[in-house]
Every structure is written in C-alpha cells, then in structure tokens.
C-alpha cells in the first residue's frame, strides 16, 4: 500500500510528451454532470467559504519542513520560495521564522486566504509577498519574475487541482523557477485511507478526484510512471502481483501490475479487466466459440487470459499489443500458464492498431487472415475506433470458416464509457461490419433467443459479470 503522505523531492526537467494511444481505467460515474460543473466552476467560492469558516483554525502550522527539506532553504545566500496553495500561511510563517534569510511569495486563489496571511501578525512585506493566484488560469510569471524561485513547494496542493490541469499547473510553476530549481511537494497518494473513505460515497468527480461535504475538492495525487515523467521527467518502478483465475476446472496465475499502481499507470495494458474475465469464462464454457479457427485477440494487454483459453480448441491464436512492456509481462504469462503443444500454438506480436508495418507483420504470420479477433475493453479512446475497425478489417478473413458455413466475425466486450454504440455501429458501418447480435448485462432477460445470449447456461457466469455495465456485440463483414 502506497504510504498516505508521500514526499518528492524533485528536480526540474523537460517533460516527456506521449503519443501512444492508451484505453484508461474505469471510472464510476460519481456525483452528476451538473455538480461536477459546479464545483469546477464555484470552486474559488467554496473555499473561501472554508476559510470564512475555519479562519487560521483548521491546519496546524508545518513546523516538519526544515526537518525533512532543510538542504533545499538553508544554505549560502538568500533563498527564494514560492509557497503554492498557501492557505492562512501554515507553511509560510514556520519558513521566514526558521530561515531569516528566505523571502516567501506566497498565493492561493482564495482571496479570504489571501488576507488571513496579510493579517497575521509575523506578515511583513520585506519578507512575505501574498497575492491571489489561480495556477490553472493565471499567469504565475505577472506576478513572480521568471527564472527568480530557488524551491516551490506545494503541500496538499496537487489534491486540490483536477488530475487533466495538473501538467499545466506545473508547467506555470516551471516559468518563475530556476534551472535546476526544486519542487518539493506534500499529499495524498493512490490507495491511502483517504481515498477508501471516498471510495464508499457518492462523491467521484472523475478518477481519483472526489468532492468533500463542504464543496473543496481531493486528488489522490497520480505519481504513475506516465504522469512523473510528464510532470517531471522522473520515471517511477512499478511491482506486479499475482491474480489467480479459475475457468472451468483450470487455473490461470496472471500477473498484473499491482494494485498500488493499477488505477493511476498510463499503460492499461498491465492490468486485467472485468470484460476479459468474462469472454475468457465465455470461451472455456463454449469452445466451439474458436474450436478449428484462427483467431487473433486485440489489446489483450499483459493477462491474455482470452487466448490462452482459446488456444486449446482453435487452430491458432495470435495476442497482441501496442505497448511493449504489457507485452513482455504477456509472455511471462504464456511461458507459466501454458505448456506443449498449446504453447507452440500461442503467438504474441506487437500490434498498433492503424500502423501498417505491424499489420504486415501480422499477415506474414496468417496471409489468409483470420477467422474470429477478439477485443475486451478496447473502445474507450474515442480517437481509437477508427484505427480498431480499420485494423480489424485488414486482417480478417474474406472466407467461411475452416470450411464451414460461418462467416468471420469480430467480438467486442467492453463497457460504454467515452465512446456510445451509436458512434461504434457508425465506426464499424465505415469498414465493412454489420452488428449481427449484441448482449448487454442489464438487459439479459430480454434476449434469451439471440446466439450471445446461448453462451450463457443458466446461473453460472454470476462470479465471471462483476458489473451489470458489460456489453458483448457480435459484428460480421456485409
């Protein structure tokens, strides 16, 4: 478990940019539309109405930093400090009484907070610089000359900013920083009891970001791999955990990215999705699904639990990916779960979906294309369709199945979340596929006649549908 209050020390580096296409994590849908607009757009409000409430009262002053950070104020010369999210100056007076040689800007967006600093009776102007600020709107750089702050720090302060501004509040602060200047900042983390107190309430404003009863808002702040490297530069190390599957008598042991990470790491592809849980029980309780075919998953991400299901009674399988490291875990999995002659039979092949020199690959591995490909929570990227259905189209095949009177389909299980099926039913009408059947959880009962619905025995795939949100649409080539 990721420690509640983690501390950085980091230093200021040119951001990485990413071009990869990602599927993100689910998120719940958390408090309305409306509200979430609301406390957005009133936030500046609520919390001058916290600090109206609470005045000087609610946060004890941080009397911890010279403990932990003195290396970065102390020192020869006269320091300059940019204390962000100063609140009533809780970090800012421990600062200028234990350092007498730094000078303090200080800012927060909540004018009352503002005031409470300026009314403190150590504020002095010669010491102390206090203004209104709203780091993701207003220019830090108006206020604070550029290139003149030695060390930013930023205590519970990222909690307070929506995860999508956080890169660009950064790339504020980056303006009136010195080269090889310092952020030192404070918060919340991914999995801490702060978040499992939220967890359990209806207060999700989006993932990892929740709205308290008084109208402030939390982040659990997101220092994944992706994001240090997109704020900072600064690539973290991720550890795997073990998920044991039981289908149909056999046991899979997939390693995953550990939950410490699993909600907050760019690269969705290390984890293992309710919708590929529940086409891997499909498969193992209906193998004449791909018995004799040739088959090809798509994004199936570092469990592969769909193939290594379907390579028992299919005639080949072909896994793929688009990110690399979900890739090399995918083989660890094979390699363990797997022996011959299904292990010969398994194939796993880095696949972006609209990159032609992987589609190519992909051919010489099967010139007359495939008979079924299978995607679990690959439509969530609204971007993405276009390339998932083109791709798809590219490499299946134009003839029946091993001979029989089947036409090649393509499988999706997924829940709605970005992207609704009218945009996927027009994506799909644009390549050539035509939605011959669909399945949705919610609405089972009123399709017990459909073919999807036929996978499903009685009673018995309760523990493989962990949400009523799960789709299943079957689409052929007209």
């Avoid at 501004?165 to 404070?186: A, E, H, T």
């Avoid at 079924?372 to 791709?391: K, Q």
């Avoid at 389909?409 to 050539?432: K, M, N, T, W, Y």
Wanted: hydrophobic residues 40%; charged residues 25%; proline residues 5%.
């Amino acid at each position: 478990m990721m420690a509640s209050n983690t501390q950085n020390n980091v230093e200021q580096q040119q951001p990485a940019q990413s071009q990869r296409i990602q599927i993100y994590p689910t998120t719940n849908p958390g408090v309305s539309p409306f509200w979430r607009d609301k406390y957005e757009r009133d936030a500046k409000k609520y919390w001058d109405q916290f600090y109206r409430r609470h005045q000087d009262r609610f946060f004890k002053d941080r009397h911890y930093l010279d403990k932990e950070w003195d290396q970065y104020f102390s020192g020869s010369g006269r320091k300059v400090i940019l204390e962000v999210g100063c609140g009533a100056g809780n970090a800012v007076f421990p600062l200028i009484a234990t350092y007498p040689d730094v000078f303090v800007h200080a800012c927060d967006f909540s004018p009352r907070a503002v005031n409470l600093v300026k009314a403190h009776k150590e504020f002095t102007q010669t010491r102390v610089s206090a203004f209104v600020c709203d780091l993701t709107t207003d220019d830090l750089s108006k206020q604070i000359s550029p290139a003149s702050v030695d060390v930013v720090t930023m205590i519970f302060v990222l909690s307070a900013v929506s995860p999508e501004k956080m890169p660009s509040v950064l790339q504020n602060i980056k303006k009136v920083l010195k080269p090889n200047g310092y952020v030192l900042f404070r918060d919340y983390a991914v999995g801490d009891l702060a978040q499992e107190r939220f967890s359990g309430k209806d207060q999700k404003i989006s993932e990892n970001f929740y709205v308290r009863g008084d109208g402030t808002v939390e982040d659990v702040v997101d220092m994944s791999e992706g994001m240090a490297v997109e704020m900072f530069g600064v690539p973290t190390t991720n550890d795997n955990e073990v998920i044991n599957i039981e289908l149909d008598c056999r046991n899979f042991k997939i390693k995953v990215l550990s939950k410490e990470y699993q909600h907050t790491c760019k690269s969705t592809g290390l984890m293992l999705w309710e919708s590929a849980r529940l086409m891997a029980a499909i498969l193992a309780r209906n193998p004449n699904i791909v018995a004799g075919k040739r088959v090809l998953e798509l994004g199936c991400g570092c469990g592969g639990i769909c193939s290594m299901v379907a390579v028992r009674t299919a005639n080949t399988v072909v896994a793929t990916d688009g990110d690399r490291k979900a890739l090399e875990l995918l083989t660890q999995n094979i390699t363990s779960n797997l022996r011959p002659p299904f292990l010969t039979k398994l194939i796993t092949k880095r696949l972006e979906w609209g990159n032609r020199d992987d589609i190519e690959a992909i051919k010489a591995l099967n010139p007359e294309g495939f008979d079924l490909i299978i995607g679990t929570d690959v439509t969530y990227i609204p971007e993405a369709i276009l390339p998932l259905f083109s791709t798809a189209r590219d490499l299946m095949s134009s003839n029946r199945s091993g001979g029989r009177d089947e036409a090649p389909a393509l499988i999706l299980c997924h829940i709605f979340r970005r992207v609704d099926e009218p945009s996927l039913l027009s994506a799909a009408s644009q390549f050539g596929f035509r939605l011959v059947d669909k399945w949705a959880k919610a609405s089972a009962a009123d399709q017990s006649q459909s073919l999807i619905s036929s996978w499903f025995p009685e009673d018995s795939f309760k523990e493989h549908i962990p949400t009523s949100a799960l789709n299943i649409m079957y689409f052929q080539i007209d």
